[in-house]
Nanobody, 114 residues
């Protein structure tokens, strides 16, 4: 089994940056596509970005394209989400997911506000 722990969220002003991390336990981390999702209050959870098991393919939601970058370090079992040019509408709880098992992390809050 795999366990996921997110970190790196916080309060940031519009236009600022944050880097989220998702640390995984278990060797099966390297065998799966991983995803970053977010859920804003009153809204459904949505996919932000995903990355293939070896990091060769990435996919972004339209709202993230050009501002966010997903990456992973399989040796360290960590996935990242670099978020730049943050907007108030990016405010949400951000979750990572191990796609092949469906395991979620506990989430990290990102708040973009002046």
């Amino acid at each position: 089994q795999v366990q996921l722990v997110e970190s790196g969220g916080g309060l940031v002003q519009p236009g600022g940056s944050l880097r989220l991390s998702c640390v995984a336990s278990g060797s099966i981390f390297t065998q799966s596509t991983m995803g970053w999702y977010r859920q804003a209050p009153g809204k459904q959870r949505e996919l932000v970005a995903s990355i293939s098991n070896r990091g060769l393919r990435t996919n972004y939601a339209n709202t993230a394209e050009g501002r966010f970058t997903i990456s992973r370090d399989n040796a360290k079992r960590i996935m990242y989400l670099q978020m730049n040019s943050l907007k108030p509408e990016d405010t949400a709880v951000y979750y990572c997911r191990h796609e092949s098992t469906g395991v979620w992390g506990q989430g990290t809050q990102v708040t973009v506000s002046s």
